[in-house]
């Protein structure tokens, strides 16, 4: 499972924290219709976690962007990019208030 945090400047007088834990392996067996990715590596980055998963001959490359935006290819060939709000059952985001650490409800 994959967890992200970003801030964001908002129009709240403070800012907010995202917090998004993705089940990975199961989101790309239900992009592939693939069942047993593994994963190979996982990188920070500045922008964005890469992580790299691997099954049979085919290798997938997963960028979860810190403003909460996903890009997913496999053997190069894009098939999934947009916000991870748009992965419905394999990501749960949470918002928080990045000073005080309260639950924020965004609707």
């Known amino acids: ?21 993705v089940d990975l392996p199961s989101w790309l067996q239900q992009l592939t219709d693939k069942p047993g990715w593994r994963l190979l590596d996982a990188e920070e980055a500045e922008m964005c976690d890469i992580y790299t998963f691997c099954r049979e ?7 979860l ?6 890009m997913v290819s496999v053997n190069d060939h894009n ?14 985001l949470q918002y928080y208030n990045a000073e005080s650490g309260e639950p924020v409800l965004l609707n």
């Open 1 to 21: 499972m994959a967890m992200l945090e970003s801030s964001q400047i908002s129009a709240f007088d403070y800012g907010i924290v995202c917090h998004a834990e």
């Open 57 to 63: 001959t085919e290798e997938a490359e997963v960028v």
């Open 65 to 70: 962007y810190h403003t909460g935006y996903a």
């Open 79 to 92: 098939l999934y990019d947009g916000h991870l709000s748009s992965a419905h059952g394999y990501a749960r």
